[in-house]
């Protein structure tokens, strides 16, 4: 038993210190075939715009020795107060070395960073910020500007790819500042504190060797700080004031983008043959899939006329960042059988947590949005494939997608938890917020108020008949138990979901180019009100708020439309997409977003004009409307999924957007990212506003 106990003590010792090992066998490969040796040192670059998020604590205060109540905390979206928004940019400089045995990686790593809180509402980033409207203080608020960090990682390495943890110490010099009036009438006083700070920091990440000493990864830190020590804040004048005193916990999340440079250069795994066949014969490709993605979007918008806010308007100023991971799980029980499951982590918000546009910005963004990485099971379906014979086509290994091979002919039955759009609506332009356009309204028919949790997924069954030259397919699916519920109805007889979609295909004869056009119709049954109805009774004098009157009217109502859907190739390289959507427009949308009628279209041009044959440049237009119950609706002060002003000077929303996908790899890209929306939120008082974004997506 010891000599047992003290091999595997030599073993995890050899482990963790690599390097021993290599020295007692100098002729030891750098590398296994198929992953990366990230042995030796680097340094790099990191930063973000509104990816951070922090929780701020204030404990016992007290007034001239009085203890007064503990004041409310908010948080970086801006949820305490409506009437600010806080913008975090994160930045700095890192560095490390790591040790590398087989696939596995030992590393320890220092980063030293800044961050720049402005117009605070709530806590951001390690840069916290809080401000209340206490009737002592105007304004209270903490951030802290600069911090630093020393981490040991242990990770693992496959492919171009490294994961791995984090663990270790933080620091951070903290100051709280307060302006405060004098109580009998005088000028207000303010006063400021500064303090250092430290405690502890969890993490983990992700990164992806674009070049032999490049690097392109995210970072995901935990930090807390822990609880401060007495500040001074001076005194509150007249005399029911007196000396100021106060404590504060900090703690925060954080996203990062990282560029990593390893000047010592890395021994990368050598290129998988994409032109080899594949095995049919092979037990793992034959009956299990395993694939991942990872995709962070930073958006920001300057300022803009905005002369009055209400509950969900959309913000000047500001900045946010979403982040999603997601793990594609695939297994073939038996042929024709399949079964999938999906886990997947978000982080972060929209803008105005994710509020203020009816065909929002950032198609990553939810409204679960959340501060701190939430995992949800998104996905988990059965998968059953009835052949009906004839001609066969071979299915590649893929995301939810087991190698196979199928009969053309087929009758595929769906059922468990899934998004809609992964079987309605497709379009090879424009359907992948991930890789292509980020505008709700150019990715999807966004009249189409599909049956969803606030995620964006469902429960139900989903059934297709496809031949060569059309498909169609239909699903009936749970519905919230409200508008804007994560909770998904059990009563699916009384309360559902139905779409049915006709895909046909065909090929232009003078271009000789292919091309799809989808058509489907859509119905639900959900517990809404009506808009008529709860307008004429606030203006009748029974609800003196709108809002009131739609939780008080809400029963099971139905709500009907259409959509149609164009992708047509014009070249191998050029494509076109169009959509249109309406629906009846009588009673609250349940799922999706505040669309009443919907039209774009736009162009996806590949670069293989420039030299650039896996580059996309996309251009796209919107213009979205409401109907006239709806309009007046919202002209009363009601609140829809996304918008609310509290009033309406009516106009259509339009939106235009112009993205550059750069593929640096087979598995990243990055993207760059610019809207315009005039009348946001249908409000020609409000914008137009500009919207600029980056994207990076990587997946394997």
């Known amino acids: 038993m010891g000599k047992g106990w003290a091999g595997a003590a030599l073993g995890v010792g050899l482990w963790l210190v690599p390097g021993l090992a290599a020295a007692a066998d100098p002729a030891a490969p750098r590398a296994l075939p198929g992953f990366a040796d990230w042995s030796g040192g680097y340094v790099g670059l990191q930063g973000s715009a509104g990816a951070s998020f922090g929780a701020l604590g204030f404990g016992p205060t007290a007034i001239g020795g009085r203890a007064i109540p503990a004041f409310r905390t908010g948080d ?21 070395w790591n040790w590398q ?21 709530g806590s951001a980033a390690l840069g916290f910020g809080f401000e209340t409207a206490d009737p002592v203080f105007d304004v209270i608020r903490a951030k802290t500007d600069g911090y630093g960090m020393l981490r040991g990682r242990l990770g693992y390495s496959f492919d171009r790819a490294l994961v791995y943890a984090t663990f270790g110490l933080a620091g951070a010099t903290t100051r709280i500042l307060a302006t405060y009036p004098d109580l009998a009438g005088g000028p207000a006083a303010s006063a400021r504190s500064t303090q250092t700070q430290a405690g502890f920091t969890l993490g983990a990440g992700i990164q992806y060797a ?30 029911a004031g007196g000396p100021v005193s106060t404590r504060a916990t900090f703690v925060s999340n954080q996203m990062l983008a990282r560029l990593s440079w390893y000047p010592g250069g890395l021994r990368l795994p050598p290129e998988a043959d994409e032109a080899a066949p594949h095995d049919p014969d092979t037990a793992l490709g034959d009956r299990f899939s395993l694939h991942g993605q990872t995709t962070f979007v930073n958006q920001g918008v300057p300022g803009f006329r905005s002369p009055y806010r209400g509950e969900q308007s959309l913000l000047p100023h500001q900045a946010q960042a979403t982040t999603t991971a997601t ?123 599909f049956p969803a949790n606030l995620p964006g997924f469902t429960q139900g069954v989903f059934v297709e008949y496809n031949r060569r030259e059309f498909a169609i397919r239909a699903a009936y699916t749970q519905v919230p138990k409200e508008p804007s519920s994560d909770v998904l109805d059990p009563r699916v007889f009384e309360r559902a979901g139905a779409v049915v979609e006709l895909e046909t295909r065909h090929t232009l004869p003078v271009l000789d180019q292919p091309g799809r056009v989808r058509f489907g119709a859509f119905t639900n049954v959900g517990n809404t009100a009506n808009y008529r109805d709860v307008v004429a009774l606030t203006q009748g004098g029974v609800f003196a708020d709108i809002n ?130 005039s009348n946001p939120a249908y409000n020609q008082d409000r914008g137009p506003a500009h919207f600029f974004g980056t994207r990076l997506h990587a997946d394997f």
Do not use: C
């Not at 886990?343 to 701190?372: H, I």
């Not at 998968?383 to 590649?396: I, N």
């Open 76 to 96: 970086s979206t801006g949820r305490s107060d409506r009437g600010r928004e806080s913008t975090t940019a994160v930045g700095g400089v890192f560095g490390g």
């Open 548 to 677: 009131d009157a739609v939780q008080a009217t809400r029963r099971p109502r139905r709500k009907s439309g259409l959509y149609v859907n164009l992708e047509q190739a014009l070249r191998d390289d050029i494509g076109l997409f169009a959509r249109a959507s309406v629906n009846d427009g009588r009673s609250e949308s349940l799922s999706f977003t505040d669309i009443d009628a919907s039209l774009s279209g736009g162009v996806s041009i590949k670069g293989a004009a420039w030299d650039r044959p896996f580059d996309t440049v996309g251009l796209g237009a919107t213009m979205n409307a409401i109907s006239r119950s709806h309009r007046d609706y919202f002209a009363t002060g009601g609140l829809g999924l996304l918008i609310g002003d509290g009033r309406l000077n009516y106009a259509p929303e339009r939106a235009f957007e112009a993205y550059y996908a750069l593929n640096l790899t087979k598995f990243v890209t990055v993207t760059l990212d610019y809207q315009f929306v």
């Open 210 to 239: 674009i070049t032999d000493q490049l690097a392109l990864g995210l970072d995901y830190r935990y930090i807390d700080l822990g609880s401060t020590g007495r500040f001074d804040l001076g005194a509150v004048p007249g005399p």
């Open 327 to 449: 793990l594609f799980l695939g297994l073939k029980l038996w042929e024709g059988t399949e079964l999938y499951y999906n886990p997947e982590f978000s982080q972060g918000f929209g803008l105005s947590r994710t509020l203020g546009v009816a065909g929002f910005v950032n198609g990553e963004a939810q409204k679960a949005g959340a501060p701190f990485p939430k995992l949800r099971s998104n996905r988990y379906f059965v998968r059953q494939t009835f052949g009906l014979g004839g001609e066969t086509e071979d299915v590649p290994d893929g995301p939810n997608q087991v190698a196979t091979r199928r009969d053309v002919e087929r009758i595929t039955v769906v059922a468990g938890k899934f998004a809609l759009g992964d079987f309605f609506d497709g379009n090879a332009y424009a359907h992948d917020p991930r890789v292509d356009f980020m505008n709700w309204s150019l990715w999807g028919a966004s009249a189409w108020d």
């Open 101 to 121: 045995r087989g696939p596995w990686l030992a590393g320890i790593e220092a980063d030293l960073s800044a961050a720049n809180l402005k117009r605070p509402v």
